[in-house]
């Protein structure tokens, strides 16, 4: 995984008066410009669209409280997920809700 070395973390009120201070570099005419089937062009051109019937799986609301668990899981199995980087155990829960939502019916 490739660190991104140029994010820069800033606060609400940091982020209001940068603003008020006119450091805002959103070039908001062009965003007010660009029409609603350029959008969905970019969308499409990015590399990071969800897949297709995503909402499908969407979950409405707050999601249920979290339950931490004791589990043991095959090194392997816990290995392929590790790799994916950080968020791997978010992307265990959503494999196994998807198992339990396919088996509800």
Avoid: C
Avoid at 23 to 45: F, G
Avoid at 78 to 91: I, N, V
């Amino acid at each position: 995984m490739v660190k991104k070395t140029n994010i820069v973390r800033y606060s609400a009120d940091e982020l209001a008066a940068m603003v008020a201070r006119g450091d805002d570099r959103t070039d908001w005419d062009r965003v007010k410009r660009t029409t609603s089937a350029e959008i969905e062009a970019q969308a499409k051109a990015d590399g990071d669209l969800a897949p297709e019937g995503w909402q499908h799986n969407a979950i409405m609301g707050l999601p249920p409280k979290k339950e931490p668990v004791n589990l043991r899981i095959d090194s392997d199995v816990l290995d392929w997920f590790r790799q994916s980087g950080k968020g791997y155990q978010t992307r265990m829960n959503n494999v196994l809700r998807a198992f339990v939502t396919s088996r509800r019916g």
